[in-house]
């Protein structure tokens, strides 16, 4: 089994995105008893809340339904999950600061590296501005879960069943 987890600041709109994405792309292809997906925030601020309303209405545009509840990242995953896909630079040093002893450097990923049609370097945080936001997280999160899933599949040497 593969363990990919997700991490944003908040864990409402960006990583419980690129978790629902990824399943829904992982159930498409048959995959789901291979690879599994979680979400978590580096901040404390929105633990136990649904994803955030503007995120869910964006996702479901595109057929996919957010579920999930907010939880912080903390040092156990760094043992509990295979791959952890940062959504942005911020995240990404926020999530090294809490491995002290620096052996799980190579287990953390910028998620925008699995792009293959947006030259973006992070997911931008859209909790701040208008919708159009939401949906370029939408957009951007499909294409990286397409680049991410290929890479998954080869690294494992999964079959696609489906
Ligand atoms: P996320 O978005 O990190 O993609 O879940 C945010 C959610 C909440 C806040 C910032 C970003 N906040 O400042 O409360």
Excluded at 104 to 121: A, G
Aim: overall charge negative.
């Amino acid at each position: 089994m593969t363990k990919l987890l997700f991490v944003c600041l908040g864990n409402i709109c960006r990583s419980p995105s690129a978790e629902n994405i990824m399943n829904h792309l992982i159930k498409q292809a048959g995959l789901s008893d291979r690879i599994t997906c979680d979400s978590a925030g580096t901040g404390g601020y929105h633990i136990g809340s649904p994803p955030d309303n503007r995120m869910a209405l964006a996702a479901r545009k595109r057929k996919i339904e957010l579920l999930g509840e907010a939880r912080q990242f903390n040092r156990k995953d760094f043992e509990n999950f295979d791959l952890i896909l940062a959504m942005d630079r911020d995240n990404y040093r926020n999530i090294l600061a809490v491995d002290t002893a620096g052996k799980y450097k190579d287990k953390v990923r910028l998620m925008c590296e699995f792009c293959r049609s947006h030259d973006l370097k992070e997911v931008p945080d859209p909790y701040y501005g208008g919708p159009e936001g939401f949906d370029r997280v939408i957009d951007l999160l499909l294409d990286a879960s397409e680049g991410l899933l290929e890479y998954v599949i080869s690294q494992e040497q999964l079959t696609i069943t489906n």
